[in-house]
């Protein structure tokens, strides 16, 4: 899991954690006064749309997917940059005391505490945002594999028991 600096407001940092851009934009409410949040979750967003394409590509050279490997390689110049930008613009901001952005990139024009994670394409076809919403009942009937499954498409740690898989799946619906 990935911890960030971040400023607060009045001067100093924290280090944040998150698994992806919900769970640092859901740190961010929690922690309430960290400056510039939008500008913040942009530099998030940015991190993590090149970390899952980074992951992608060495995902690519251990199958020995030398195309597949070449093509996230290339893409992945151009992500570095614009997370390199992002990280400048909120550094920027945070030092000028400017102006946050005035929407959150998680979401339209959410409240910081109702942002959705960016449809992010795994390469699959499959996008983040499509995943479903899953009711207590149907966590609970799970299996360990099922629910690993299920960790996975939302982007958090399959690591542990099925105790420990299934509260964490509760924990991240919400339920």
Do not use: C
């Not at 498409?153 to 799946?169: F, H, P, V, W, Y």
């Amino acid at each position: 899991m990935p911890y960030l600096k971040l400023a607060v407001e009045g001067g100093g940092e924290v280090e944040l954690s998150g698994t992806n851009a919900e769970g640092f934009a859901k740190a961010i409410a929690k922690h309430g006064k960290i400056a510039v949040p939008n500008h913040a979750l942009t530099y998030i967003a940015a991190f993590f749309t090149r970390r899952t394409v980074h992951i992608a590509m060495q995902k690519a050279k251990q199958l020995g997917d030398s195309d597949g490997a070449a093509r996230h390689g290339a893409e992945l110049d151009a992500l570095e940059e614009a997370e390199d930008s992002a990280k400048e613009a909120y550094d920027n901001a945070v030092e000028s005391g400017g102006p946050d952005l005035a929407q959150n990139p998680l979401g339209d024009d959410a409240p910081l505490e109702e942002t959705k994670v960016l449809a992010v394409d795994d390469g699959a076809g499959a996008k983040e945002d499509e995943v479903p919403k899953l009711t207590k009942i149907q966590i609970k009937k799970m299996k360990p594999a099922e629910i690993k499954e299920a960790l996975k498409e939302r982007g958090l740690s399959i690591q542990g028991n099925k105790n420990d898989l299934t509260a964490r799946l509760l924990e991240h619906e919400g339920l």
